[in-house]
């Protein structure tokens, strides 16, 4: 008996039930994807002897049920337990177990995610359909429901979690550069964000899935690295490593591959998006993350039976043989070329909207009392334009965003000669003709309404993203530049006697890798538009034209990251850029700040306090002494410890002695015996009443006795409070007490901007100081070094 109490005290119950969580996920990890796949790749022995295990484990003549009412098996089970958990830390490794249920939570998130969108845009359109035999109650139905989703994600949101609106990127670019926000990685903002995203996609508005995402996985990883860490002792590894260094190539690349399906190009998109400097060692981390969490949402369509089998998200069927002839990389520069101009002018229209809003005192004091109205006007105007027998029947208003991609990269042409041409409408295609207009037309309205709606509804407090829907219209766009090379070219270009029609499905391709590129400043866009259609028959046209589009939205406009940073005022360094040479002549010191506050190893305690008080610095810096010749900086010290040091020498525990030996000297203090008393601390009690004259206040100490508490009651005036504090204030400060930074990050003066830009962005800091010959000049922080790059 012995034996097992000391068994129940060493180990917990929560460490053996953890190693079955784990056992449990791999093993239905197993039995779901064996059981997905062909028959021919199953290991039935294995099968078998894993349900063997589950039954045994689960059934309740098992012996762990047997034990449990006679044999006292307590013990018995801990030290399995125990084992397999030791075992699973030890042989597979903390990373790896973190990578599995980081991917698998992720994929269950995402899968759950969008069958909840679809089965929303379906009940949309099965409300439209059941009241086709009156228009009025098609619009309002139509015009309702997304105006009921998009108010209630608005407000679920604000009332929840205000951090879970708008994009994840832009404030996980922040906290990736050492900068903490408050309530940002929390379970109500999981809550919040999952919840309110869904409600978002599932109105129809065109808004984007993939920065939103960003934070859901930045969220999982935080809260499942607080899950592990509670059952196992790898805070270290998990918390630290897994925040800081797993989040830049794991988090986003998962978000990104569940969210289109893409492996290498979420790896690629997670680093350029997110990172100014990437860490190699994390590079396996990502890929193995990545796979796993896009092989198991596959599995999951297939399994629903949403797929036949694990392949492409948008299938096409270009030509393999000739995809493309020479004389037609003109047109793809130039798509590409364009779409550059297109994605800096997407940008600035996002960024105007949002100032003119601020701007308008008026109109942005309304929107702050009335939070709601804002997002119901604007998907309001939206459903309305959309609505399929008014204006949307001229620009395939009634498709969503997925409907419209698949249409888009159909590799058949729509039009021959400027007329409609009579093909055989599968999918969705039949929605972009229309008897009055031809194609044409309704592409450019297409793009040029999906356009402005998607600048003004990425605006809405709302989670949403942008990248969906500028994917959508770079694929429009390029279906445009198709169909008019169609045109231009009735017969197809000829190349060696032989004719290949074109195909305006390749362009469209382009033009989606293109504009997005050109928004987000990155180049992995090739490689998802590769991923995503299965094909890379068309990859020197897609990378020609995303590298021009970048080139000429880099010169133009910030990427939309960026700008929503540049918004929303976050504390983020952006990148130097290049060709601006003035910039490489810029020291330290000719931006750094001389006024610089501190404290000396003779500094008083009335100091600190001034200094305390006259600001809201984090740390200050410590130096030897004053003067031009002996301002050497020893090191810095945080905010939190100085105030530590203040409060230690005020505290109640100094100045109840004080007040002992006081009351010792003059003889004027009273003992109140009470052995019922027990007082814990010092609590100030209402004195009698005094002369006018007189102000006194009334303490009371602990004293413990054998036998009884006594409790000691000391009459102090203010008067001799305040000068008993004063005489404190005055005394040197005593550093033995608290830590002190010995090695603070220090520039020189002449340190280019360049330099230090660079220093900044790879190490994450806030701040520097500044020494000539040790001593301490001035201080450069992320606001200094961000002027000049802005």
Request: aromatic share 10%.
């Amino acid at each position: 008996m012995a034996h097992s109490t000391c068994w129940n005290a060493s180990i917990h119950p929560s460490h053996w039930l953890f190693t079955l969580f784990l056992l449990y996920t791999f093993l239905f990890s197993y039995i779901f994807c064996a059981l997905s796949l062909s028959a021919c790749y199953c290991d039935y022995s294995s099968l078998i002897l894993c349900f063997i295990f589950l039954w045994f484990s689960l059934s309740p003549f098992s012996p762990t049920h047997l034990s449990l009412s006679s044999l006292s098996p307590l013990p018995l089970c801990s030290v399995c337990t125990s084992r397999c958990q030791k075992f699973l830390i030890s042989r597979v490794g903390e990373d790896w177990i973190f990578l599995i249920l980081l991917g698998l939570v992720m994929a269950l998130v995402s899968w759950v995610m969008d069958y909840a969108i679809a089965f929303c845009q379906q009940a949309q359109k099965w409300m439209y359909g059941g009241l086709d035999s009156n228009m009025l109650l098609q619009y309002l139905a139509w015009v309702t429901y997304p105006v009921v989703l998009i108010t209630f994600s608005a407000g679920f949101t604000q009332i929840l979690s205000p951090q879970a609106v708008g994009s994840g990127i832009p404030e996980m670019k922040t906290i990736l550069r050492g900068v903490v926000l408050k309530e940002y990685l929390t379970f109500k903002t999981f809550v919040a964000k999952v919840i309110g995203l869904t409600c978002a996609l599932g109105s129809g508005m065109p808004l984007g899935k993939e920065g939103p995402f960003v934070h859901v996985a930045s969220l999982c990883a935080a809260l499942l690295s607080k899950f592990l860490a509670a059952f196992v002792c790898v805070c270290v590894c998990v918390c630290v490593c897994v925040c800081v260094c797993v989040c830049v190539c794991v988090c986003v690349c998962v978000c990104v591959c569940v969210c289109v399906c893409v492996c290498v190009a979420g790896v690629l998109f997670s680093i350029e998006v997110t990172s100014t400097f990437f860490a190699v060692r994390n590079y396996w981390r990502g890929f193995f993350a990545a796979t796993f969490s896009a092989f198991i949402f596959r599995v999951l369509a297939v399994w629903n039976q949403d797929e036949e089998t694990i392949t492409a998200l948008f299938k096409t069927r270009f030509r393999l043989d000739f995809p493309f002839d020479l004389q037609e990389l003109p047109a793809f520069a130039i798509l590409g070329i364009a779409c550059g101009f297109g994605g800096a002018l997407f940008v600035y229209l996002n960024r105007l909207i949002v100032e003119c809003m601020r701007k308008q005192k008026t109109i942005n004091k309304f929107l702050l009392r009335k939070r709601l109205v804002y997002p119901a006007m604007v998907t309001l105007i939206i459903s309305t334009l959309t609505f399929p027998p008014g204006f949307g029947q001229f620009m395939a208003g009634q498709l969503t965003q997925h409907e419209s991609l698949v249409a888009l990269l159909d590799n058949r042409t729509w039009c021959r000669q400027g007329v409609a041409e009579e093909f055989d409408y599968i999918s969705h295609s039949h929605a972009w003709k229309h008897p009055q207009v031809n194609v044409f037309i309704t592409l450019i309205l297409f793009i040029v309404m999906k356009f402005w709606m998607s600048a003004v509804a990425t605006t809405m407090p709302v989670p949403c993203g942008a990248f969906m829907p500028v994917f959508l219209i770079g694929a429009a766009f390029g279906r445009l530049v198709g169909e008019t090379m169609a045109i231009m070219f009735p017969d197809g270009i000829h190349a060696d006697g032989s004719v290949y029609p074109i195909v305006p499905g390749g362009y469209a391709v382009v033009g989606a890798a293109a504009l997005s590129g050109a928004v987000t400043h990155t180049v992995s866009t090739a490689v998802i538009v590769f991923e995503l259609t299965g094909q890379i028959s068309h990859i020197l046209p897609v990378m020609i034209a995303v590298i021009l589009a970048n080139a000429v939205a880099q010169s133009l406009q910030p990427s939309l990251y960026d700008s929503i940073i540049r918004i929303k005022k976050l504390p983020y360094l952006p990148e130097l850029g290049m060709g601006h040479h003035e910039k490489y002549n810029i020291r330290v010191e000719d931006i750094m700040v001389r006024d610089v506050r501190y404290i000396t190893l003779s500094s008083s305690y009335r100091e600190v306090q001034e200094v305390l008080m006259t600001g809201q610095l984090k740390t200050l810096a410590l130096v030897e002494s004053t003067g031009k010749d002996s301002m050497i900086l020893l090191g810095s010290i945080e905010r939190s410890q100085l105030q530590s040091l203040l409060s230690l020498q005020l505290g109640p525990t100094r100045r109840l002695d004080h007040l002992r030996r006081h009351a010792q000297d003059n003889g004027t203090h009273t003992h109140t015996l009470g052995a019922h008393t027990h007082l814990t601390s010092l609590d100030t009690m209402d004195s009698p009443p005094s002369p006018p004259c007189t102000h006194t206040h009334s303490y009371t100490s602990n004293s413990s006795n054998t036998s009884a508490r006594h409790g000691v009651r000391f009459l102090v005036s203010v008067a001799e409070i305040a000068e008993w504090e004063e005489q404190q204030l005055d005394e040197p400060v005593d550093f033995n007490n608290c830590k002190i930074d010995p090695a603070p990050f220090q520039l020189v003066e002449r340190t280019s901007l360049h330099k230090t830009h660079t220093i900044f962005s790879l190490l994450g800091l806030d701040h520097a100081y500044v020494t000539s010959t040790g001593r301490l000049v001035g201080v450069v922080s992320l606001r200094e070094v961000g002027v000049p790059v802005h």
